[in-house]
């Protein structure tokens, strides 16, 4: 299984990134994925995720109106669109996948990639 992230960058607040994540080596329609971030001296924390079927996303409340995951599954790669950022989504930005439903529960994800670094000034 291999996740590979990319589209992490600088910019000023109130800019806007997209972040992609491309997976392999799995059945991919079969896995929920997620996007989670890790700031210097914080814990990782659940960002945005989409279920299997991409028919329901979730977003953390730090983030709700400005980001949209988002999945192609004829490409396996999922994405999140970030807008209107702020310095405090400056982090260390994850794709991650976990075989099954997400339904809310941000745990049990088993499969990561490598992370991609998103700065906002």
């Known amino acids: 299984v291999q996740l590979v992230e990319s589209g992490g960058g600088s910019v000023q607040a109130g800019g806007s990134l997209r972040l992609s994540c491309a997976a392999s080596?799995?059945?991919?329609?079969?896995?929920?994925m997620g996007w989670f971030r890790q700031a210097p001296g914080k814990e990782r924390e659940g960002v945005a995720a989409?279920?299997?079927?991409?028919?329901?996303?979730y977003y953390a409340d730090s983030v709700k109106g400005r980001f949209t995951i988002s999945r192609d599954n004829a490409e396996n790669t999922i994405y999140l669109q970030m807008n209107n950022l702020k310095p405090e989504d400056t982090a260390v930005y994850y794709c991650?996948?976990?075989?099954?439903?997400?339904?809310?529960?941000?745990?049990?994800?088993?499969?990561w990639g490598q992370g991609t670094q998103v700065t906002v000034s």
């Open positions: 991650a996948a976990r075989r099954g439903y997400f339904r809310g529960n941000w745990k049990g994800f088993n499969y």
């Open positions: 080596g799995y059945t991919y329609s079969s896995y929920c």
């Open positions: 989409i279920e299997t079927g991409a028919r329901s996303t």
